[in-house]
């Protein structure tokens, strides 16, 4: 049984450090233009480095295509030089935050702990939390990816239903994110159903769910075949025009 209507997908774009005030310009225009002669029914989002946020803005401004950030603070406000507050990203209209993406987890030391209490600021701000979870190369080797996938969720979870209204949750197998190998669509599927399960245990109804790890033009149509595969956190493809328009036409 699927966890959300299909009638469309989230397609989620990611840029992660990437990008500039040219590039950027460029890329948007030539999609913004491809889906004004083509429209799509699909909700389209863009995640750009904080210092890019007020240029998707103004980019998107007349455009179906929303716009959010890759990262929030885990405190609401204070002296923590550096950070960018989800009070701060609503501020100016940022609709979506991604949180606990495995490069936070694995670079930055973030902790389930810390992702879940970003979560709780994002949606205390009315925005929506993409919250990412996923398991190693050695992890899914060893047959622990359930196990991981849950200790991963647990500290968000237990905030109750009420706390995550908007949630949105992306698996990303690490051992696939940047490395051109993607979870075959069965395995997606299998891994979607049971973080579905979890969910629904927790009393959290129609969450979607994404999948993230190198989705393409070529393998997007196999992972939307799949009922419980509600859309894609893309990542190197968000920054080529005409691979990402290959995955919202799939």
């Not at 699927?2 to 009638?7: E, K």
């Not at 609401?76 to 993406?101: N, P, R």
């Not at 245990?201 to 509600?230: E, I």
């Amino acid at each position: 049984m699927s966890s959300a209507p299909a009638v469309s997908r989230l397609l989620m774009g990611n840029w992660k450090m990437n990008g500039s005030l040219t590039e950027n310009k460029q890329l948007i225009e030539q999609i913004v233009q491809a889906l004004k002669e083509q429209p799509t029914k699909h909700q389209i989002v863009f995640c750009a480095p904080f210092v890019y946020l007020p240029q998707l803005q103004s980019l998107l401004a007349h455009s179906p295509i929303q716009w959010g950030a890759q990262n929030a603070s885990a405190y609401k406000q204070g002296a923590y030089t550096g950070e960018v507050s989800a009070a701060m990203l609503s501020d100016f209209g940022c609709q979506w935050v991604i949180v606990g993406h495995s490069e936070r987890r694995t670079l930055f030391h973030e902790s389930s702990q810390e992702t879940a209490s970003k979560v709780e600021q994002v949606v205390a701000c009315g925005m929506r939390p993409v919250l990412c979870i996923g398991e190693t190369q050695a992890q899914y080797d060893a047959g622990q990816t359930k196990q991981v996938l849950k200790k991963q969720l647990a500290p968000v979870l237990a905030l109750g239903a009420k706390a995550l209204k908007g949630l949105v949750v992306a698996y990303e197998p690490v051992w696939a994110i940047g490395s051109g190998r993607s979870a075959t669509p069965e395995y997606a599927q299998q891994i979607h159903q049971f973080i579905h399960a979890q969910l629904q245990q927790a009393g959290c109804q129609q969450v979607p769910l994404l999948y993230g790890g190198s989705v393409n033009g070529d393998n997007a149509t196999a992972l939307f075949a799949q009922p419980n595969v509600h859309g894609a956190l893309i990542g190197g493809a968000s920054l080529k025009a005409n691979e990402f328009l290959r995955i919202v036409a799939a």
